[in-house]
């Protein structure tokens, strides 16, 4: 069973940086990729960031060049890199891990509790 654990959320005002890690454990061999999902209230869940582990990498449009998605397969840990931040990316970060790098949820089998951003301007 593959258990996901996210940490670094906080609070931050407008323009700052955040750095989220998820920490897997369990058989995660054959999952090859791995994601950052968000939301916010209110609204649907939605992609933010995908790496395989090839470190191929996928980025949705309104984070693109300010989130950097990165992996440690070693020790079996994502990190997500979030500078710039905006009040709109206030939302719950998910971590997910899947075989897909897809940003879509239903293609996701396991997921992290989340943890929470929160960007006041």
């Given amino acids: 069973q593959v258990q996901l654990v996210e ?7 407008a323009g700052g940086s955040l750095r989220l890690s998820c920490a897997a454990s369990g058989y995660t061999y054959n999952r090859d990729c791995m ?14 960031a995908s790496i395989s582990r090839g470190i191929s990498t996928v980025y949705t449009g309104s984070v693109k060049g300010r989130f950097t998605i990165s992996r440690d397969n070693a020790k079996n840990t994502m990190y997500l890199q979030m500078n710039s931040l905006k009040p709109e990316d206030t939302a719950m970060y998910y ?4 075989t897909s790098c897809r940003l879509t949820p239903s293609l996701f089998s396991y997921w ?6 929160t960007v006041s301007s």
């Fill in 7 to 13: 940490s670094g959320g906080g609070s931050v005002q």
């Fill in 35 to 48: 994601a950052w999902f968000r939301q916010a209230p209110g609204k649907e869940r939605e992609g933010v």
């Fill in 95 to 98: 971590c997910a891990a899947g």
């Fill in 112 to 117: 992290g509790q989340g943890t929470q951003v």
